[in-house]
């Protein structure tokens, strides 16, 4: 807690710590099972009322793939970030059942469904449009009776229907189809195959996945890229810590094991951090 507090007075204000890798879970149930009851317990300090987060205004988010988590630890987890949440003065950030390859995973996945749900609600749409060009023309306009397509009674065609994709989240790409009903019933008919804006946009689009998609489907979308990784004891692999995030970060790896690790340490790797600040942030540019 020294550490945090050494960073928070110096005004470094978004702190990331590998507390455990999914990796541990690869270890004997006795050590897991330990590992869990210290987490348990620095959980547990962390909500007293003169802890280092009431202290300093700091809001604690737990990282990772928290399912993972035996239930006392994801609860008290989830009890921590509520009470925190109001803190505003400056982030924690714990991964906790984390590695940067699950993280990209998640992310890759829950870009993949998002969007999917965009394309199948298009294709939908654009079924829809068909419909309306085959019905009765009156006055060069188009009048077709769809209400019975959009009577769908499955789960998914109903999420789509309330304009809601990955997680219940708003849909943006394409308006709701109760919204855009008169358009639907009142369209002028087209031999090339009319849609809505919202699709005739994603038709332009290319149909793949993009960067910004993937980042903001990332674990640590919430915080900032890091402009510092200290690794302890002397090692120089990332062991999976961030690895996305950490392509044109300063990295400093001090001798000293983590428990060791004290303000000597901190305002060395923040010199060293100061002289190359300026190429570092040339390189960012460059991307």
Known sequence: MSLLRYCYEL??????????SIENFKRRPDEVQSLMDLMLEKMEVLLMEESIVNQYGIRVC???????????????????????????KAMLFVCVAYT??????????????????????CNLNNEAMDDVKEGEKINGMVVHDIQDFYEDTSVEFQGLKQGKGCNGAPYHACESFESNWDQVLTSKASKSGEFSEGCRNLR???????LVDIEKHMYMAVAPDPDMLIRSSGESRLSNFLL??????????PA??????GLSQLV???????QSHSYLEKKKKQL
Request: charged share 20%; glycine share 4%.
């Open 244 to 253: 996305w995030q950490t392509c044109n970060c300063q990295l400093y790896s």
């Open 62 to 88: 737990f990282i990772g793939n928290l399912r993972l988590l035996s239930e006392p630890v994801r609860v008290a987890a989830e009890k921590v970030m509520k009470v925190t949440s109001n803190n505003s």
């Open 268 to 274: 060395w790797a923040i010199l060293k951090f100061q």
């Open 11 to 20: 005004g470094i204000k978004y702190v990331t710590i590998y507390a455990f």
């Open 100 to 121: 940067a390859s699950n993280e990209i995973v998640h992310a890759v996945e829950g870009s993949c469904k998002e969007k999917g749900k965009e394309f199948r609600l």
């Open 256 to 261: 000293a094991l983590w428990p060791e690790i």
């Open 204 to 210: 332009q689009e290319d149909p793949v996945i993009k």
